[in-house]
């Protein structure tokens, strides 16, 4: 298969035309209303705040470090914010900083030359309040480009939670309602895994797995004695290929593939640009409008509808007004509530679709920073094994609060974690010594270090939520999310289990256990942002209907996350997609019967 690389001449877009939608946001979620409407035969306008970037440019995946004139690291006028910086100081993270160029703390891990482009300058787009670890991409495809590609389903534990165990909010759609389009989403984009039969991790259409390694396996076998499961990393990734798709092609498991914050430059790992959206501007259907930073739904007076939406174009500065018939918001759960709340009309005071008050509230996402880092001892001195060249190692699957009840939390909790020999030894950094006896023992024990950590369910409440910031605006004069946001008492006792479990698992493996992670990292960490307009049958109490419809504006769409009811433990991305192609097939349909 030969890969189609685009390098589509810039041209003015037409903004004259009423086009049937206008999406905002170009990631996981736009990517894909803008495939499903357009394969609907509607004609769409997406807007996204970012560049569009020549990715292949950007990631050189299979560049080694000694090709590099800094090692891959950024140049030094750029920084990257430390954990320290985020547990000490409260936001806006960047103020002060004498970098000419401040990101997130992702670009902290190897190879920031990398993706210094695809996340945001935190100079330019500053927020305020309580801690958060906000990790924003903006460029076409948005966190696409460099997500870490686990991909995993929820199940009616999770949209049935409040049946389990009483606390907060069943869904309005159950697995049944969802399952028909997560298996449209895998055949569309590929996914890699194999097959468990678990109830309460669905399995997904899965094309070739990605092979366990001997600690892996050894950990595999343990688990299964005490009821738990290891299963080879379920990727976002086609390792088989898609016929239909020529922009991407089948993972070859190369040499440098475990870069982070990294992305994939065949493509094989899913991202937006070329899963979703270069087929959907073949069918000439799609029109995109990078540079083009969206700040107001607007409202035709006359019925309280949406009319359009009104951007700056961060090049110029001017501002444009982009009409449709229907808005479709998918600019990523924080940024999805901030748009709303700013879209402040006489028919909607408090922001659009707000009728409730619950825009920007119920927040929820995943807690994570225990973890545990161990040595299998009879690999240590082993041969090298190619263990960069995968799309992932493992995952554990939650355990807790399935058939039983734990007697100090709700809900529960998953482990990602991977072992064998890396581009860089991943231990080197905690082993004691120094000269040739440091090397070798580095050496030793590069195939032979394993480690996993916790990914864990944070309850949606009211009082975790964001509002607009009075004063404080970004670099083209908008007004910035403000924070109020804490993990509460059932997360701190969660993170604690986490730890534990995590060295039971390792001692019950015979695995020698080099540390154990107690702490939670920062509010934020784990950048599975959800919740902030959540689903739900009543309009008093929700924002959307089971359709990601508003229930004030029908012509009125948020598709990603902040639909969310609650954050479940599993990786949200592959659910994102397959409740936006569900939202985009129903109000295609109600286009078509003239209902919108
Ligand atoms: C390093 C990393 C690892 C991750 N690992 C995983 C994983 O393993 N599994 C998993 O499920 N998820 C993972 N995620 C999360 C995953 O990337 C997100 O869940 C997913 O991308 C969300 O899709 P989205 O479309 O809502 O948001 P995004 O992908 O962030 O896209 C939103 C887009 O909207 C644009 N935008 C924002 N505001 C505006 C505006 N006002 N006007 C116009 N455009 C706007 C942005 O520029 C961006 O392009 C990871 C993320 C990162 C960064
Ligand atoms: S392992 Fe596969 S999916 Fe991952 S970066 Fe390498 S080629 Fe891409």
Redesign the pocket.
Known sequence: MTLQIRRAPVKEVDLQTVYDAVV????????TASHVLTSRGLKVLL????RKLDLEKELRSMEWPYDHPRRGQMPPDREALRLNEYTIRNPPYAQGSKAKHVYSY?QGWSGSDYSKNI??DEKANPYTGTKYAW??????????N???????RLSDYDFKAKSHDGYGEDWPISYADVAPYYDKVDLYLGISGHKENLPHLPDSLFQRTTRLNPAEVRLRRTLKKMDRVLTPYRA?VTTDGLKHNKYRSRCFGRGACSR??GGCDIHAAFD?PTGFIYPAEDTGRLTVRTN????EVTVDPATGKARGVA?VDTVTGKHHEARARVVVV????L??A??LLLSRSAAHPNGIGNSSGHVGHNFCEHVMGPSVSGLVKEMVGKPRTLDDGRPGGFYIPRFRNLKDRHPNFIRAYGF?GGSGTGMFPGAAGSTPGFGSAFKKTVRDNAGAYIDMGGFGEVLARYENWMDIDPQVKDRWG?PVLRFHYNFGDNERKMAADMADTAREMFEAAGIEVLGVDREMLTEGWS??ELGTARMGTDPKTSVLNQFQQSHDVKNLFVV??SSHVSASCQ????T?MALAWRSCDHLADELQRGNL
């Not at 905002?24 to 990517?31: D, E, K, M, T």
């Not at 807007?47 to 970012?50: F, I």
């Not at 990790?135 to 696409?144: E, I, N, W």
């Not at 998918?330 to 759960?333: D, E, K, Q, R």
Request: proline residues 2%; contains cysteine; glycine residues 16%.
């Open positions: 905002v946001g170009s990631g996981a979620a736009g990517g807007l996204e705040a970012g992702v996340v945001v990790v924003r991409a903006r460029c076409l495809g948005g966190k696409s460099i997500w870490g590609r686990l991909a995993l976002g982070r914050a937006s083009s930073t969206a700040y951007f998918a600019a990523s759960t940024e999805s901030r748009l990602e908008i950048i599975h990603d996350g990786n949200p991305t592959w994102i």
